[in-house]
């Protein structure tokens, strides 16, 4: 089948599997009639060969002659039924004046028999009546020619299922052709770079087709989305890269030319904390690229509840050490679930150093986890100036940084990370009012 199309593979399997069905049917019909008609020969024959001899027990050989004559029905031919002598004569009855057979007792047989003038077979039984034999029996002639017309009429009907199979299977490959073009003419749209081409489906149907145009447009969606995010994120990273490297630049000029070497110390440490802040957006973006690349094969089971302890062990002394009170808060220890235990160390450490950065000092910070109607909650409250709530959608771009951030050292990355960590482990990142402050809460599914 080499060099042919997807559309004549298609029809010539429909024509195969028509003819093979049909040689099946055909088979099996005539394997059928064929047993019942034998079956039918062998029951009339077995009940006339007993209703003979029942007459020759109540009324002798002349008894016998007399019902073999009334047996014949006129113009049949094919009825074997004769009082034969042994030597083979026929001494009354429809049968060859001379036959020729095994001469021993014979319950119902097909065979041929010497003597008959027939083309076929004979079924027959052949039981002793006193000195003489009784042959019973018909000419499967008729069987034969039922048969063949049997035999024709499926040919027939073969030939003309045949034809109907060809049709069918040119239209099923059109159909498929045409279902596979329109999915093929999607594809070759995204190898030009047009992302926003979708597969049409057929309403209501649910096939094969529309499920995988379903699947396929799902994944164009997503693509085009993440295509989309990947503009953004490169557009956002030179723009927010330009200035600190610009300002390194001209920092790294003025300590070149700079004599005093305590004025030079003075600088290079200003070109550290440029060098540093760009490090720190290109090791976010970095780990926001790995938590939406992370495979689920990296998921372990970790109790939520004891991860969060081991977060809040690490920061207490940060946190007292910056003025603030940090409080853990275990309001419910669920079951171990299968999490990416270094993605979300990292989601929830990040929403600590949020909390001490922009919280007011002096004030409570809150690592807290509680079960809610979605599922496991982790969250940090702070007593800060907290976000509008107009401007919480927005916080969690990346590169974003709101007004009341400025003034302080940072990405617009964080954020972004943590919902990328969520959305990893099938959950959501929110934001709430804490009246007064933030509530940032990963929330996880059970």
């Known amino acids: 089948m080499i060099g042919l199309s997807v559309t004549a593979r298609i029809a010539l399997l429909g024509f195969a599997l028509a003819l093979l069905s049909n040689l099946v049917v055909m088979g099996f019909v005539w394997r059928q009639t064929h047993d019942v008609a034998i079956d039918t020969v062998r029951r009339e024959t077995t009940e006339q060969s007993d209703a003979m001899r029942a007459v020759f027990a109540a009324g002798g050989l002349a008894a016998v002659t007399n019902a073999i ?5 006129p113009g049949d031919h094919t009825l074997l039924l004769a009082v034969i002598d042994r030597d083979g004569r026929r001494v009354a009855g429809f049968a060859p004046d001379v036959i020729s057979v095994p001469w021993v007792p014979t319950a119902f047989r097909v065979a041929d028999i010497d ?23 018909r000419s499967l002639d008729l069987v034969a020619a039922e048969q063949q017309a049997i035999e024709r009429a499926l040919a027939l009907a073969v030939l003309l299922s045949l034809a109907f199979g060809v049709i069918a299977g040119l239209v099923m490959a059109r159909y498929v052709a045409g279902r596979l073009d329109r999915i093929a003419a999607v594809v070759e749209a995204v190898r030009e770079g047009d992302l926003s081409r979708r597969v049409a489906t057929v309403g209501g149907r649910g096939d094969a087709f529309d499920r995988l145009s379903v699947r396929l447009n799902a994944m164009l969606g997503k693509l085009e989305g993440v295509m989309a995010e990947l503009r953004v994120v490169t557009d956002s990273l030179a723009h927010d890269l ?3 490297l610009a300002r390194l630049r001209t920092k790294t000029e003025q300590a070149v030319l700079i004599s005093d070497p305590a004025l030079r110390e003075a600088a290079l440490g200003g070109l550290l904390v440029e060098t540093d802040l760009v490090m720190r957006m290109l090791t976010m973006v970095i780990e926001i690229s790995r938590s939406e690349s992370a495979s689920r094969n990296r998921f372990t089971m970790v109790a939520p509840a004891d991860l ?7 920061y207490e002394p940060v946190a007292e050490e910056a003025g603030f009170d940090f409080v853990t808060a275990i309001d419910d220890r669920p079951a171990p679930l299968p999490l990416h235990r270094e993605l979300l160390s990292q989601a929830i450490t990040n ?37 509008a709530a107009a401007d919480r959608a927005r916080a969690l771009k990346r590169f974003v940084r709101l007004d009341s951030a400025r003034s302080t050292p940072g990405a617009g990355l964080g954020m972004a990370l943590i919902e990328a960590v969520a959305r990893l482990h099938g959950g959501g990142f929110e934001l709430a009012d804490n009246r007064p402050g933030l509530v940032a809460r990963i929330v996880l599914p059970e």
């Open 69 to 73: 004559k009334k047996a014949r029905a």
């Open 115 to 137: 003597g008959t003038p027939r083309t076929t077979d004979v079924g027959y039984t052949l039981y002793p009546i006193g000195e003489r034999w009784l042959l019973t029996g």
């Open 242 to 244: 330009r200035s600190p």
């Open 308 to 314: 969060v302890e081991e977060i809040a062990e690490l």
């Open 351 to 387: 929403l600590v150093d949020n909390a001490l950065k922009h919280a007011s000092a002096g004030g409570q910070v809150t690592l807290r986890i509680v079960r809610i109607a979605r599922g496991i909650a982790i969250q940090v409250e702070d007593r800060g100036p907290g976000i």
